[in-house]
């Protein structure tokens, strides 16, 4: 990992479970605990808080007194106190075991990431054990989880013992909490031990309706331990990753458009780590690429062939700007509201100026009335009309399920038992066309041609760089409108589909 990356201060507060032997084992950075405290200073954590056995919350460094040292609380006590700190913290809180052997990287898929939401730490190795409980993932989240008590059918993960409680969750990690500790201590759950309390918040979370976000570790470890040699172990198989290089990977999208994923991530993400040493923000990056947008423009609206070509050209070179500012604010962690407002908004400013220099270009001076030459004028903005519609056509419909989703919440969470031994399956196939939608997504060619129907904006700019360079503005927009159109039919589609779902 690079020391030069510039981090965001965790707004997190991290009670650190030091109640366990393990956490006392040594490693090369003193003990466990100390391993722990050390990578959440490098995380810019700033709100650390040790429970000790005796269930004393203690500030990280400081030791327990004669009284607490001596006393062991048990399960029940410890769970109380998470239930404290849960009602007396205005920001999310993070429970971590202190005997965890995992990358930095790996604490930051859940204290660095922007949306600060629940979330679990989950493996897709799907054999689980007694310090690897398993879940069941999907859609993203973790919708089953297991411990010594609770099973889970169908398994398809291991949660790794990191738990973050967004804000709008606090409350009910402090119920839940509260509520185990009266079961554990009531012998209701059979022979827990205090090893196990992170794994019953998790399920407890899970059942009280908490969406839980599973943050997945992909080629990163995190693993929890119980003696020396499996410590040993543990700090080995850190070793052997590439923690830098897991980083770059996963700060580009796996997932994109087709013309983002072969024409420009191919090649841009080797441009991250210079960016990064030069301390680059993304918004500076975001501001290149608007700049180079701008001289687009300039040369389409001189109307010559060469202008047209130079054009095209910017416009690629802009694009790609435009995924490197994302690469980087992932690589670096550098997100910010402001930052991504101010990318959407580029990204439409860039799209408007280019249209304007297309159209200025093709008119080549001529006055504005009948719509300029062919209607170009008439064209231009009947092209930026339907992008803006295609844009409320998404952005609705995401407000809308956002709206159900917290009113839905507030009438009623689906509470189930945490006496319960068995989670039965949660979700049932989607049925008519996003069922059949879903079946068709296994298959790559047509995944890809999904993707490609949206006319994302990789692919509006490879259209516009390309019709633009061989042909003209006319040609340019009569793609854009004939394209934008089947798209806005196939998303307004879609839209209905999952809205009756």
């Known amino acids: 990992m690079t020391d030069s990356l510039t981090r965001a ?121 007694p310090l690897r409980p398993p879940v069941r993932v999907e859609g993203g989240r973790v919708v089953a989880a297991g411990s010594s008590f609770h099973t889970v059918p169908q398994a398809n993960a291991t949660f790794r013992g990191v738990l973050q409680a967004g804000e709008g969750d606090l409350a009910s990690l402090a119920d839940v909490a509260e509520e185990l500790a009266d079961l554990a201590e009531s012998g209701r759950l059979g022979p827990v031990s205090t090893i196990e309390a992170v794994d019953l918040l998790l399920v407890g979370m899970v059942r009280a309706g908490a969406r839980v976000r599973a943050a997945r570790l992909g080629r990163l470890h995190a693993d929890r331990v119980t003696g020396q040699s499996t410590c040993d172990g543990a700090m080995a198989r850190l070793a052997e990753v590439d923690e830098d290089q897991v980083r770059l990977d996963t700060a580009i999208k796996d997932r994109d458009g087709f013309f983002t994923t072969f024409f420009v991530s191919t090649w841009s993400r080797h441009l991250v780590r210079p960016a990064a040493r030069l301390k680059l923000t993304p918004n500076t990056v975001t501001g290149c690429s608007v700049a180079l947008a701008v001289l687009a423009a300039v040369w389409f609206s001189a109307g010559t062939r060469g202008g047209q070509v130079a054009g095209a050209a910017l416009v690629y070179l802009s694009f790609v700007l435009d995924c490197l500012d994302g690469q980087l604010a992932r690589y670096t962690r550098a997100f910010t509201p402001l930052g991504a407002w101010a990318d959407g908004m580029a990204d439409r400013l860039k799209e408007y100026v280019v249209y304007a220099g297309l159209a200025l270009g093709y008119a080549d001076g001529l006055p504005w009335q009948n719509g300029g030459p062919d209607g170009i004028w008439y064209l231009a903005i009947a092209a930026m009309i339907l992008q803006v519609v295609r844009h409320a056509i998404d952005f609705a419909f995401g407000g809308s399920v956002a709206d159900a989703n917290r009113i839905g919440a507030m009438w009623a969470k689906p509470v189930r038992s945490l006496l319960e031994e068995t989670d039965g399956r949660a979700g049932a196939p989607a049925p008519g066309v996003l069922g059949i939608a879903h079946r068709l997504e296994r298959d790559s060619i047509v995944r890809w041609a999904k993707k490609m129907i949206v006319l994302p904006i990789g692919e509006r700019m490879a259209l516009i760089a390309v019709t633009a360079a061989l042909f003209n503005a006319r040609v340019t927009f009569a793609a854009l409108i004939t394209w934008g159109s089947v798209a806005a039919l196939y998303q307004l589609t879609g839209r209905i589909a999952r809205s009756t779902r």
Do not use: F, M, Y
Request: charged share 15%; hydrophobic share 45%.
């Open 9 to 129: 201060s965790s707004a997190a507060s991290v009670v650190l479970l030091a109640t366990t032997p393990a956490c006392r084992l040594s490693c090369a950075d003193g003990t466990l605990l100390d391993r722990l405290g050390d990578q959440l200073a490098t995380l810019s954590v700033r709100d650390v808080q040790v429970l000790t056995p005796g269930g004393a919350l203690l500030t990280h460094g400081e030791q327990p007194d004669a009284e607490h040292a001596e006393n062991a609380g048990g399960l029940g006590a410890d769970l109380r106190a998470v239930a404290k700190l849960a009602r007396g913290s205005t920001g999310a809180v993070v429970v971590l075991p202190a005997d965890l052997v995992a990358h930095t990287d790996a604490l930051g898929l859940l204290l660095q990431h922007p949306a600060r939401g629940s979330a679990a730490l989950v493996s897709s190795d799907a054999d689980g054990g």
